[in-house]
């Protein structure tokens, strides 16, 4: 499989940039499908690399409060997964940004899993990462994807087993996404101290970039994890200004300066 659009920005990062990746959630269709598009070019103009386009669901038992309501908002606004693939369309009309469809399993099996890759790769999504797929039954699903030219990202957390490493290893393909502590997503005062641990296991399985994400909000938790991690996922703190903006003509600023302001904690690394 060519690389894609995720494949070549870590390797401009690793190799020119020399920085860590800023990856950005947004619950697309909230607080409206017209306006995920818009949201994700004030992102991109603040610093993020790379857009991280989640999928509303009515049971998200991965994400906290905020990212549940903004499912809610979502799906109240009518969005669904061919909606999702239209923001996907719109926002390749004006931008090249790498975008991975965050979603759960039952909207994918609702939509097709054959047909999902095939829609999702022809209105330029670059990967999918389903939270709540099993990896020791992922092959049907990575098979499917792999066959659209579509990156498989999964998760490992600081209770994965070394046989859970080493699928996760197996079967991703861009990144793989380290979820930093147990529980659901939110904003969190510190940073874990299961982080190191668990980037240290992971790179003795794979070459893969790492990215970090669950519980970051601020640039200095992006220079903490940055230093050690070869991408920053920042999600709850996002979703939150949408939802304390949702009415306002200065959403997209906002957006952006938030952006900036995470941008502006990433880390150089040394050649």
């Known amino acids: 499989m060519s690389q894609t659009r995720i494949g070549r920005l870590f390797e401009r990062l690793r190799t020119t940039e020399r920085r860590p990746a800023l990856i950005a959630y947004i ?61 996907a369309a719109e926002i390749r009309k004006r931008s090249e940004i790498p975008l991975l469809l965050f979603t759960y399993m039952n909207p994918v099996l609702h939509y097709g899993l054959e047909a999902l890759a095939r829609d999702a790769a022809a209105r330029g999504i670059d990967g999918c990462l389903l939270i709540d797929l099993s990896v020791e039954e992922a092959e049907p699903y990575v098979g499917a994807m792999r066959n659209a030219g579509l990156d498989t990202v999964f998760l490992a957390a600081p209770t994965s087993t070394q046989r859970r490493l080493e699928l996760v290893a197996k079967y991703s393909t861009g990144f793989v996404y380290l979820v930093s502590r147990t529980g659901v997503t939110g904003e969190r005062f510190t940073v874990s101290d299961a982080v190191t641990p668990l980037v240290n296991a992971m790179r003795k399985v794979t070459a893969l970039p790492l990215a970090v994400g669950f519980g970051i909000s601020n640039a200095d938790q992006v220079r903490t994890v940055g230093t050690i991690a070869d991408g920053v996922i920042v999600g709850t703190a996002i979703v939150r200004v949408v939802e304390q903006n949702a009415a306002s003509a200065d959403l997209p600023a906002k957006l952006e300066a938030l952006a900036r302001e995470l941008a502006s904690g990433l880390p150089s690394k040394n050649p």
Do not use: C, N, Y
């Open 27 to 87: 619950t697309a269709g909230d607080p409206s499908p017209d306006r995920t598009p818009e949201l994700v070019a004030a992102l991109e103009r603040g610093g993020a690399d790379l857009i991280e386009l989640g999928v509303p669901f009515s049971d998200p038992i991965a994400d906290g409060p905020v990212i549940q309501r903004g499912s809610d908002r979502a799906l109240k606004a009518g969005t669904r997964v061919s909606t999702v693939l239209d923001i």
